[in-house]
Structures are given as structure tokens and as C-alpha cells.
């Protein structure tokens, strides 16, 4: 059984606001979307027809979707909220991957965790007006996959935001491990030889900078090469 709620009544041609409950028996309930549009099929009419007309919404919002496979997931509880969601999203300039409608289970995780090997900062849901089964936010916890839901699109648009901010920082740090600028150190007086080890030095050439790479190079007494020996870094 599944409800249907009619936002509005005609009586004697007079439109009358009402909210009525309709109950609704039918084979396949479970496949029906959420917001998508009831319609009567009349002894006149061509029911193929209204079915791909039917279907047209969906696949508008389809059309939202980034043909590059690289974007965020996106939930929302019914079709007219989740069409609201792609224009503000496209608005925002944030691409989108994969949408869906309803409570969000473990198997959208699963499709959204795609983006963990693509796009690691897209692998995000933001799930508007919907619930968040626990598995599913456990498994999400698990393989590093967010979720952000909120009643107010603004709201996940700001938990997005603040995500790839920290994410572009983040990478700076890890950045900094990575680049070496290169400068040639004299050894003047040895201050402490254990851990930390501290070495007073001149900068003969280049700039000493922090994290920089220190290394000390010393002739092998037997084969009269010159080796590399790693100490750290600044």
C-alpha cells in the first residue's frame, strides 16, 4: 500500500484545498518514484505514450549527470527536490555522477566509493531530506566515503565547500614533503649526536628552509665511491 497525497480538490468547478490520503494497491510499488507524476489512462488514450511521458522527468534529470564519470552523488527524497538540488548543484558548478531517490543504503555508498579511485574529492553524497540507513553510514565511515545531509540545500552546499577546502589544504601540507630546494651546508660544531640531532652549519650556497631533506656524503674506504647518507630533515 502506498500513499498518495492530492495537494488539491475540484468541487462543482471550484478549486477547494485539501489534503487527501489515497491508498494505492498495485503490483511493484517498490519501483515507483518518489514526486513523479499520476496519471489517468482514458479510454482515448495511448498508454505508451503517457509512460514515455512519464519517463521524460527522469530522464531530464539524467541529463544533469557529467558525461566525464568524475562528480559528487546525489540523494534526495523526491523527484521534485532532487531537480531542485541539480539546478543549485549546477548553479555552484559542482559536477554530478550519480543520482538516486530515497533513503540511502549501503549499495549508493558503494557506487558513490566509485569516485575513490577517480576522483577521491568527489567521493561525496549530499543527501537532501533523506535518511541515512546505519549500515550504509558505517560502511561510509569504513572506505572514506562522506555524507552530508541536510534539509536546506545551502547547508550542503557550505559542507562541500568547507570538504574540498580542507582536502586543497591537505594537500599543501603533504606538498611541502615534496619539495626540496636545494642548498650545500658546512658542519661547523656538532651540539647533540642523538635524537634530536643538532648541528651547527654555514649555508655555502642556496637557501636552508624548513622540512628540507639533509643529507651527508662520504667517500666508501673500500671501493672509493662516494655514498649517500640520509639524516633527516630539517
Given at each position: 500500500?502506498?500513499?498518495?497525497r492530492v495537494k ?28 513523479s507524476r499520476m ?196
Amino acid at each position: 500500500m502506498k500513499e498518495l497525497r492530492v495537494k488539491s480538490a475540484y468541487v462543482h468547478n471550484k478549486e477547494v484545498k485539501a489534503s487527501l490520503g489515497v491508498k494505492i494497491a498495485a503490483n511493484d510499488l517498490e519501483h515507483a518514484i518518489a514526486g513523479s507524476r499520476m496519471l489517468v489512462v482514458g479510454p482515448d488514450d495511448d498508454e505508451e505514450e503517457l509512460e514515455d511521458s512519464v519517463m521524460a522527468d527522469l530522464a531530464h534529470l539524467l541529463q544533469r549527470v557529467t558525461k566525464t564519470g568524475r562528480g559528487v552523488s546525489v540523494q534526495a527524497s523526491t523527484l521534485g527536490s532532487l531537480e531542485a538540488l541539480l539546478e543549485f548543484l549546477k548553479q555552484s558548478k559542482i559536477p554530478v555522477a550519480n543520482i538516486s531517490i530515497g533513503p540511502v543504503y549501503k549499495r549508493d555508498v558503494m557506487q558513490a566509493g566509485i569516485m575513490l579511485e577517480k576522483s577521491k574529492e568527489y567521493a561525496v553524497m549530499l543527501c537532501f531530506d533523506v535518511k541515512v540507513d546505519k549500515e550504509a553510514q558505517a560502511y561510509a565511515d569504513d572506505v572514506g566515503v562522506k555524507i552530508f545531509t541536510a534539509d536546506i540545500i545551502y547547508h550542503l552546499f557550505d559542507d562541500f565547500t568547507k570538504h574540498m577546502a580542507q582536502l586543497a589544504e591537505q594537500k599543501k601540507e603533504e606538498s611541502k614533503l615534496l619539495a626540496v630546494f636545494p642548498c650545500v651546508l658546512r658542519p661547523v660544531a656538532i651540539f647533540n649526536k642523538k635524537d634530536p640531532i643538532v648541528i651547527g652549519v654555514d649555508v655555502i650556497e642556496g637557501n636552508l628552509r624548513l622540512l628540507t631533506p639533509i643529507a651527508a656524503v662520504k667517500t666508501n674506504p673500500i671501493t672509493g665511491l662516494k655514498e649517500i647518507v640520509k639524516m633527516g630533515r630539517v
